[in-house]
């Protein structure tokens, strides 16, 4: 094997660690979610173990990221982002930034007759603003509608739930931080 070919491998244990530790996971929830054991994922992370194709798929799908940002193709120099939508739940994420740091997307959540509203917490900062339909957001004791060019932020620890309000879907852009991180908007106003 060339010594390119080797510094790849050993380069997507790191990459792979940096991803579970962004998404605050341990191994113990990865493994539940990718159904590779966590011994494996240990090893995979350390670099005792080579990748294979079947287990860096199962991870591309739970860090939301292309296959080979996992094994760090090399760069074209094309700053798009290639979208690559992911379905969870019925809901639709197209990521629009590269894994790290605050992480953006594009979420589209059509309705969902006769679920029920199940808020959930997380660690995170989480900021939304809705670019069509009318978004319901349970936050806390809150229950809150923003239309089409209104923004929320919050802390993804108080318990909150997004959904459509209505029987039309609602699109968002979501920017995701871990806990600590903020999106701050600065408006200016003009004085005359």
Do not use: C
């Amino acid at each position: 094997m060339s010594s390119a070919k080797r510094d790849v491998l050993a380069a997507v244990g790191p990459r792979l660690r940096e991803l579970r530790h962004r998404r605050g996971l341990t191994l113990a929830e990865l493994a539940e979610q990718t159904g590779i054991n966590e011994s494996t994922l240990s090893r995979l992370e350390g670099g005792a173990r080579k990748p294979t194709l079947e287990m860096l798929l199962p991870l591309a799908e739970v860090y939301a990221v292309p296959l080979d940002h996992l094994v760090g193709a090399p760069r074209t120099g094309d700053p798009r982002i290639h979208l690559r939508p992911v379905t969870r739940d019925r809901m639709t994420f197209v990521p629009l930034s590269r894994p790290g740091g605050v992480q953006a997307h594009k979420l589209i959540i059509p309705p969902r007759p006769g679920v029920e509203p199940k808020p959930e917490t997380h660690e995170g900062f989480e900021w939304v603003y809705v670019l069509a339909g009318r978004l319901h957001l349970l936050l806390g004791e809150q229950s809150v509608i923003l239309k089409a060019g209104e923004a929320a932020e919050f802390d993804t620890l108080v318990p909150h739930w997004l959904g459509p309000d209505g029987d039309q879907p609602v699109e968002l852009l979501v920017l995701f931080g871990r806990q600590g991180e903020r999106a701050h908007l600065k408006a200016r106003t003009r004085t005359l």
